[in-house]
């Protein structure tokens, strides 16, 4: 048997990305199991499998874990993405929290119906431009190191790089005035294990299109 972590999800992002991204970012290889439709969840469901019948859900040391931010303390703690003290692990926690907040914004939008879409579309711009990203800014800026916390990599550096990218593919141009975020990009995507996770034919998925969204509707709704 593998001892791979197994990955239990459909093929997109949706909450297992941030997991993709932190097992990539430590180096560590993994399968994936997709939920190709609702039979395939409803499977899960009724061996025991989902502790809250729903997933993410990650096999990994013997264990089936549930809850994204759960599995992701699992795997940076494992990793030693968590900081090297009590206070840096306090300081990534609080700038990943931030971060679920904004990848939610950006996450729900693929899912939209389009009547909708326009008004989020403003609202997630806004929010990410005036009160997230400003934020990140800062923390390097008066941090002048490499990462975010300390000087190592932390589960926060892949967290926001992630969560750059996706904003990147929705509005280019908006990091023009964040040139620390310009920078923290370019770094953390030369890191080795990053570098290999953003080429094609990794692990990392695509935008949803239609037929994507369609497909999880199905599954889940």
Same mark, same amino acid.
């Given at each position: 048997?593998?001892?791979?972590?197994?990955?239990?999800?459909?093929?997109?992002?949706?909450?297992?990305?941030?997991?993709?991204?932190?097992?990539?970012? /430590?180096?560590?290889?993994?399968?994936?199991?997709?939920?190709?439709?609702?039979?395939?969840?409803?499977?899960?469901?009724?061996?025991?499998?989902?502790?809250?019948?729903?997933?993410?859900?990650?096999?990994?040391?013997?264990?089936?874990? $549930?809850?994204?931010?759960?599995?992701?303390?699992?795997? /940076?703690?494992?990793? #030693?993405?968590?900081?090297?003290?009590?206070?840096?692990?306090?300081?990534?926690?609080?700038?990943?929290?931030?971060?679920?907040?904004? #990848?939610?914004?950006?996450?729900?939008?693929?899912?939209?119906?389009?009547?909708?879409?326009?008004?989020?579309?403003?609202?997630?711009?806004?929010? /990410?431009? #005036?009160?997230?990203?400003?934020?990140?800014?800062? $923390?390097?800026?008066?941090?002048?190191?490499?990462?975010?916390?300390? #000087?190592?990599?932390?589960?926060?550096?892949?967290?926001?790089?992630?969560?750059?990218?996706? /904003?990147?593919?929705?509005?280019?141009?908006?990091?023009?005035?964040?040139?620390?975020?310009?920078?923290?990009?370019?770094?953390?995507?030369?890191?080795?294990?990053?570098?290999?996770?953003?080429?094609?034919?990794?692990?990392?998925?695509?935008?949803?299109?239609?037929? $994507?969204?369609?497909?999880?509707?199905?599954?889940?709704?």
């Amino acid at each position: 048997m593998s001892g791979k972590p197994k990955l239990h999800y459909f093929n997109g992002r949706g909450r297992m990305e941030p997991i993709r991204w932190l097992l990539a970012a /430590a180096g560590v290889e993994f399968d994936e199991c997709f939920i190709e439709k609702k039979e395939d969840l409803t499977k899960l469901q009724n061996d025991g499998s989902l502790l809250f019948q729903q997933v993410p859900m990650v096999e990994i040391d013997g264990m089936k874990l $549930v809850q994204t931010r759960a599995i992701m303390n699992y795997i /940076a703690a494992k990793y #030693n993405l968590c900081g090297k003290d009590l206070k840096e692990r306090a300081l990534i926690d609080m700038y990943v929290e931030g971060l679920f907040d904004l #990848n939610e914004l950006l996450m729900t939008y693929e899912i939209l119906p389009a009547d909708k879409k326009v008004q989020h579309f403003a609202n997630m711009m806004d929010k /990410a431009e #005036n009160r997230y990203f400003p934020v990140f800014e800062k $923390v390097l800026k008066d941090h002048a190191k490499d990462f975010l916390v300390g #000087n190592q990599l932390s589960r926060a550096d892949v967290q926001l790089l992630e969560v750059i990218l996706m /904003a990147d593919e929705y509005k280019p141009d908006m990091f023009s005035k964040f040139p620390f975020l310009q920078s923290f990009k370019a770094r953390i995507s030369a890191m080795p294990n990053i570098k290999k996770f953003l080429q094609p034919g990794s692990q990392r998925k695509p935008p949803s299109d239609d037929e $994507v969204v369609d497909k999880v509707m199905k599954i889940f709704y």
